[in-house]
């Protein structure tokens, strides 16, 4: 039981490159959620599912896609990479069960360390 | 302003110390508290979470809310080396969304 796991570790990219981070998760949970983690900032939501088949945008989604490939796979693409997206990016699940949101736990993967030059 | 509050610490304290770590928050639509632990290069973990004002304790562990003053906390007993890390407040208003502080660095000294 792996829980959350994302790929690649660490990335860098030159401005205006593109990539896809994955994140997939084996605990059979319903939402994912990507977030960014900046010095000072705290954790800042860009996008999450709250099930398959949906996305929604959160706090910072500009520069951002997002595809719920599956129910198990939650990836998201720079299209374009920017300086201001160099960050630490982390995917979490939570179960996700309807009524049940006041409880819902998060639970976190290692992080992807992107920097962009 | 941010809607919430941390102090980014760095907070260091010798082995054995009682820790208070905490969190304001400017919005009285929260109503679900957590806190989260993260070791260095790692991702958060849950430590503890509740939904109520008053205290809930955990072993070593007791977290605090104080809606009336918007202020939670979290207290750490018989401080330990391996309690080194940033603790995260985090909180919910909406359906799914989590609102986190900026985190606290807490370094225990052997």
């Known amino acids: 039981n792996a829980g959350v796991t994302q790929t690649p570790k660490f990335q860098v990219l030159k401005t205006g490159q593109s990539m896809t981070l994955q994140c997939a998760q084996d605990?059979?949970?319903?939402?994912m959620y990507w977030y960014r983690q900046d010095p000072g900032m705290g954790l800042r939501l860009i996008y999450y599912?709250?099930?398959?088949?949906?996305?929604d945008k959160g706090e910072v989604p500009n520069g951002y896609n997002v595809s719920r490939l599956n129910k198990r796979e939650f990836s998201l693409r720079l299209e374009s990479a920017a300086p201001s997206q160099t960050s630490v990016y982390f995917c979490a699940s939570s179960d996700g069960s309807p009524g049940q949101y006041y409880t819902d736990t998060q639970y976190f993967g290692p992080g992807t360390r992107l920097t962009v030059l | 302003q941010k809607e919430v509050e941390q102090d980014p610490g760095p907070l260091s304290v010798p082995e054995g110390a009682i820790v208070s770590l905490n969190c304001t928050y400017s919005?009285?639509?929260?109503?679900?508290f957590m806190w989260y632990r993260q070791y260095s290069r790692k991702g958060p973990e849950l430590l503890m979470y509740?939904?109520?004002?008053g205290n809930k304790e955990d072993g070593r562990f007791t977290a605090q809310v104080d809606k009336s003053s918007k202020y939670i906390s979290l207290f750490i007993r018989d401080s330990q080396p391996s309690d080194s890390a940033t603790y995260l407040c985090?909180?919910?208003?909406?359906?799914?969304?989590?609102?986190f502080g900026s985190g606290t660095r807490l370094q225990v000294q052997p």
């Open positions: 985090a909180m919910r208003k909406g359906r799914r969304a989590l609102t």
């Open positions: 509740t939904y109520s004002s």
């Open positions: 599912s709250a099930s398959e088949g949906t996305t």
């Open positions: 605990m059979n949970h319903n939402s």
């Open positions: 919005n009285s639509a929260f109503q679900y």
